[in-house]
Nanobody, 127 residues
Framework: QVQLVESGGGLAQAGGSLRLSCAASGRTFSPYAVGWFRQAPGKEREFVSG?????????YGDSVKGRFTISSANTMNTVVYLQMDKLNSEDTAVYYCAATLTPSRKVARSAASYDYWGQGTQVTVYS
């Protein structure tokens, strides 16, 4: 059983930064592909960023490109970070970490591509 735990959410002032972490446990003999999604009240879940299982490719949603950076602490992607800079009120949402053990050299942008999900961490940006 794979478990994902997000951390690092909280309050941030507009223009500020936060760093989210996603830690995977359970099955660590194959690398994960990891994605970050977010959902604001009344809105659909949105792809934020992702990293391929071989960690060679990263991708970003249009709304965060140039402001957010995804990175991995190891080759198995069992700890993945999302550095969020230049935050604005539109970034307020619950952020979810997702993972799949299906090998891929591409960044999966669809929620349906991921098999495991964390509980989410709230990010609130105030001005």
């Amino acid at each position: 059983q794979v478990q994902l735990v997000e951390s690092g959410g909280g309050l941030a002032q507009a223009g500020g930064s936060l760093r989210l972490s996603c830690a995977a446990s359970g099955r660590t003999f194959s690398p994960y592909a990891v994605g970050w999604f977010r959902q604001a009240p009344g809105k659909e879940r949105e792809f934020v960023s992702g990293i391929s299982s071989d960690a060679r490719r990263v991708g970003y949603g249009d709304s965060v490109k140039g402001r957010f950076t995804i990175s991995s602490a190891n080759t198995m992607n069992t700890v993945v970070y999302l550095q969020m800079d230049k935050l604005n009120s539109e970034d307020t949402a619950v952020y979810y970490c997702a993972a799949t053990l299906t090998p891929s050299r591409k960044v999966a942008r669809s929620a349906a591509s991921y098999d495991y999900w964390g509980q989410g961490t709230q990010v609130t940006v105030y001005s």
